[in-house]
Nanobody, 119 residues
Framework: QVQLVESGGGLVQTGGSLTLSCVAS????????KGWYRQAPGKERELVAH???????TYADSVKGRFTVSKDNAKNTLYLQMNSLKPEDTAVYYC?????????????WGQGTQVTVSS
């Protein structure tokens, strides 16, 4: 199993920037892909950005060109650089890690970090 801890959320004005971090511990060698999700009040959790073990990235259309996902394998850390933030980006942001096929299956989640963008 893998444990994930997010940090970096906060309150920012429209147009501002934040960088979220997600540190993984435990069976990190079993992690395949990682992703950032978010959930706004009254809405379902949605995928924001995803990065595979070889570094291939995908983004939700709503954040393309504004958000960048990256990782530092040596630090077992996943990042989400968020620029040009909008009020509609307000949500709790969660980190997710999926297992490799050769390992026991898991889909681990962090506790979430609140991002609030004021207009």
């Amino acid at each position: 199993q893998v444990q994930l801890v997010e940090s970096g959320g906060g309150l920012v004005q429209t147009g501002g920037s934040l960088t979220l971090s997600c540190v993984a511990s435990g069976d990190t060698i079993c992690i395949s892909a990682k992703g950032w999700y978010r959930q706004a009040p009254g809405k379902e959790r949605e995928l924001v950005a995803h990065i595979t073990s070889i570094g291939t990235t995908t983004y939700a259309d709503s954040v393309k060109g504004r958000f960048t996902v990256s990782k530092d394998n040596a630090k077992n850390t996943l990042y989400l650089q968020m620029n040009s933030l909008k009020p509609e980006d307000t949500a709790v942001y969660y980190c997710n890690a999926l297992s490799r096929e050769v390992c026991p299956h898991f889909s681990s989640w962090g506790q979430g970090t609140q991002v609030t963008v004021s207009s």
